[in-house]
T-cell receptor
Framework: SQQGEEDPQALSIQEGENATMNCSYK?????LQWYRQNSGRGLVHLIL?????REKHSGRLRVTLDTSKKSSSLLITASRAADTASYFC????????????FGTGTRLTIIP | DAGVIQSPRHEVTEMGQEVTLRCKPI?????LFWYRQTMMRGLELLIY????????DSGMPEDRFSAKMPNASFSTLKIQPSEPRDSAVYFC????????????FGPGTRLLVL
């Protein structure tokens, strides 16, 4: 099974609302990453949070990490139509951090 | 920088034919990854290279799949013979050498095996 599991699998919200996606993982990690994939495109890195960080911000993105619960959340504030995409969490699965295991993804649709 | 370059972007072939997918990494990146994405199985890591050397090929489905990285600026993923179940989007991604580096994905090759 995949290291990361996103929840929900799909989410539809009105433009301007906030979107929250969750990710759970199984093993100990030293960082967790979030990626976005627009339809028909490759994945694009959004943000990396280290295991000693609890929260991190980047523009309209806010990521939290709870290592005790092995979970992370991605919040997108004031959503825009351009945020429509699939969002994946990824965790390293080897000591050198090169190898990532991606979750199943959350398909986010922003309704104009 | 042009980013990760993959070719072809689309490939339609018949079962039994050989398929070769190509990837040009970002200059200076020393790790290269091949992924396969399908609706059923999501994003799967097939193989990755570090400094042109294959490090982990445990994700390669079977002997019909092979990958090479003859130099730092080029890699290929070959399927021979191809089967309809190989239909998927294949991504190449590369990464720099820092401990907390992220991966940069190419646009993918959409493969359809008839």
């Amino acid at each position: 099974s995949q290291q990361g599991e996103e929840d929900p699998q799909a989410l539809s919200i009105q433009e301007g609302e906030n979107a929250t996606m969750n990710c759970s993982y199984k093993t100990s990690i030293n960082n967790l990453q979030w990626y976005r994939q627009n339809s028909g495109r490759g994945l694009v890195h959004l943000i990396l949070i280290r295991s000693n960080e609890r929260e991190k911000h980047s523009g309209r993105l806010r990521v939290t990490l709870d290592t005790s619960k092995k979970s992370s959340s991605l919040l997108i504030t004031a959503s825009r139509a351009a945020d429509t995409a699939s969002y994946f969490c990824a965790t390293p699965t080897n000591f050198g951090n090169e190898k990532l295991t991606f979750g199943t993804g959350t398909r986010l649709t922003i309704i104009p | 920088d042009a980013g990760v370059i993959q070719s072809p972007r689309h490939e339609v072939t018949e079962m039994g034919q050989e398929v070769t997918l190509r990837c040009k990494p970002i200059s200076g990146h020393n790790s290269l990854f091949w992924y396969r994405q399908t609706m059923m199985r999501g994003l799967e890591l097939l193989i990755y290279f570090n400094n042109n050397v294959p490090i982990d090929d445990s994700g390669m489905p079977e002997d019909r799949f092979s990958a090479k990285m003859p130099n730092a600026s080029f890699s290929t993923l070959k399927i021979q013979p191809s089967e309809p179940r190989d239909s998927a989007v294949y991504f190449c991604a590369t990464r720099g050498s820092g401990r907390l580096e992220t991966q940069y994905f190419g646009p993918g090759t959409r493969l359809l095996v008839l």
